[in-house]
């Protein structure tokens, strides 16, 4: 059964050209996709994800192996902290209370799948316990940046008849504002418990952590009359790997290795249009604004 093989180059360091693809087992004509940047082309069963990496070699060059139908996903779940924005909230959060090393440090832990999430988010909250609601707008105003592409993959998908999700484990005062800006249609997260204009330390629970995004990705293909090999999610962290195996698309975005090893398709070098790149879509296609 012939796959397409998606290359996908990083344009600041490297312009992908015919001589890129003559050592490819390609079995018909390539197709561009973006000048110098993005290509497909169809190879053979027996070409996997080694003999790829193996053939471009350090090249800073993303890529994914593909059925060719059903490309163009109908359902976009995607993380939130480092995957659509460039930080962690939480981490940047902590800056205003003086504790970001020691809170950044276990959100590596729990993200590269160290420590149990829910435990973990625990264990940050309650160390930020008395830090003014104020901090919460100003960590979003001053620290919060959407990462490149975000907004171009969301509304672009959209457009096509795609349903948008930010599913987090973060929090629901920066997913609201975050859904806001990128485009998607709903976002779900954690919430703090604030007291008297103060962070109390918790966390309301139940918490959203990675049972919950599965379940979510689940529950949407369900009401949307979809199946999974419909829906395309993104993440970087441990918590996001369930989702990531269930979906027809998974993509560790600039991931924890732990995640970019267990996903079928990881992004390591470009933005999130490199998503839209892998669904087929053209540079004529996108939506910039």
């Not at 999430?117 to 008395?130: D, I, K, P, S």
Request: glycine share 8%.
């Amino acid at each position: 059964m012939t796959q397409i093989l998606v290359l996908v180059a990083d344009p600041t360091r490297h312009a992908l050209s015919p001589a890129d693809l003559a050592s490819l087992p390609a079995t018909g004509p390539a197709v561009w996709l973006s000048p110098n940047r993005a290509v497909e082309l169809p190879v053979g069963p027996e070409v996997s994800p080694s003999i790829v990496r193996g053939i471009l070699g350090a090249a800073p060059v993303d890529y994914a192996l593909l059925s060719p139908e059903g490309r163009r996903k109908r359902l976009l779940l995607a993380d939130m902290d480092s995957t659509i924005i460039t930080v962690e909230c939480l981490d940047e959060l902590a800056d205003f209370a003086g504790m970001k090393p020691q809170v950044a440090a276990i959100t590596e832990r729990a993200m590269r799948g160290e420590l149990d999430f829910q435990a973990a988010l625990r264990e940050r909250v309650a160390m930020l316990a008395g830090l003014e609601e104020t901090a919460l707008s100003r960590t979003y105003a001053e620290r919060v940046t959407l990462t490149p592409g975000a907004r171009t993959l969301v509304m672009t998908m959209r457009r096509s008849g795609a349903y948008a999700a930010l599913v987090s484990g973060g929090f629901t005062y920066f997913t609201s504002r975050v859904r806001e800006a990128a485009g998607f249609d709903i976002d779900l997260a954690n919430r703090f418990v604030i007291d008297a204009g103060k962070l109390s330390g918790r966390v309301q629970e139940p918490i959203l952590d990675s049972a919950v995004k599965l379940s979510t990705l689940e529950r949407l293909v369900k009401e949307r009359g979809l199946v999974e090999k419909e829906a395309l999610a993104v993440g970087d962290g441990a918590n996001d790997l369930p989702m990531l195996q269930a979906a027809g698309l998974g993509v560790a975005f600039h991931a924890k290795p732990q995640v970019a090893a267990a996903a079928r398709v990881r992004v390591e070098h470009g933005d999130l249009t490199t998503l839209l790149y892998f669904q087929g879509y053209r540079d004529s296609e996108f939506i910039t604004d």
